[in-house]
């Protein structure tokens, strides 16, 4: 069955620090993958996807992920935190429509 | 462009009421889906539909009837709520391209509904 998980249900970071959240999908055949964030109150945006191609996807506000085929993940990560990233992350994983989301990780950023 | 739009933000109903949320797209997206958020669990799909006049169930479609008589709007229904349908909804719409034959498709979402059934 095609399922996407997410390993990390919470996170608790300090302003500066690195972060990487895993996700996990297990799908047969071409997937395409996305995280997406939503932001308290507020509604989900993307931040970034991949298709297919150079497995290094930049996304905005300095998001990055890479596409590991071999291990089926697709952890998202930055380099540097800000307390303004404290919000709800969701992988998502999908093919010629539906996309099946992960549980969401909750990230907060200490100041 | 206002992008995706649900209506309204917030109800509560009583056991057994019925209601419709509305969804509207501005970007002539031939796609559009009704997810339900609720703790722990991510975003479940309710329905989906991948043109006008076509609707399909999703994982989570008990309870729920959708209908796209017009490409811009969805709507989802409650016929008679109950407590268990108490949850954040959210509509999105995409569209898909396919650039030397490869599918990609990527989904906008709503500010979402949130529904509280007593």
């Known amino acids: 069955a095609q399922s996407v998980s997410q390993h990390n249900h919470h996170v608790i970071l300090s302003e500066a620090a690195s972060l990487e959240l895993g996700c996990n999908y297990s799908?047969?055949?071409?997937?395409?993958l996305f995280w997406y964030v939503q932001y308290p109150g507020q509604h989900l945006q993307l931040l970034l996807k991949y298709f297919s191609g150079d497995p290094l996807v930049k996304g905005i506000k300095g998001f990055e992920a890479e596409f590991i085929k071999s291990k089926f993940s697709f952890n998202l990560r930055k380099p540097s935190v800000q307390w303004s990233d404290t919000a709800e992350y969701f992988c998502?994983?999908?093919?010629?429509?539906?996309?099946?989301f992960g549980q969401g990780t909750t990230l907060q950023v200490k100041p | 462009n206002a992008g995706v739009t649900q209506t309204p933000k917030f109800r509560v109903l009583k056991t057994g009421q019925s209601m419709t949320l509305l969804c509207a797209q501005d970007m002539n997206h031939e796609y559009m889906y009704w997810y339900r958020q609720d703790p722990g669990m991510g975003l479940r799909l309710i329905h989906y539909s991948v043109g006008e006049g076509t609707t399909a169930k999703g994982e989570v479609p008990d309870g729920y009837n959708v209908s796209r008589l017009k490409k811009q709007n969805f709507l989802l229904g409650l016929e008679s709520a109950a407590p268990s349908q108490t949850s954040v909804y959210f509509c999105?719409?995409?569209?898909?391209?396919?650039?030397?034959?490869?599918?990609?498709?990527?989904?906008?979402f709503g500010p979402g509904t949130r529904l509280l059934v007593l």
């Open positions: 999105a719409s995409s569209y898909s391209v396919y650039p030397a034959g490869e599918y990609q498709e990527t989904q906008y």
């Open positions: 799908y047969g055949g071409t997937v395409n």
């Open positions: 998502a994983g999908g093919h010629t429509g539906k996309l099946i």
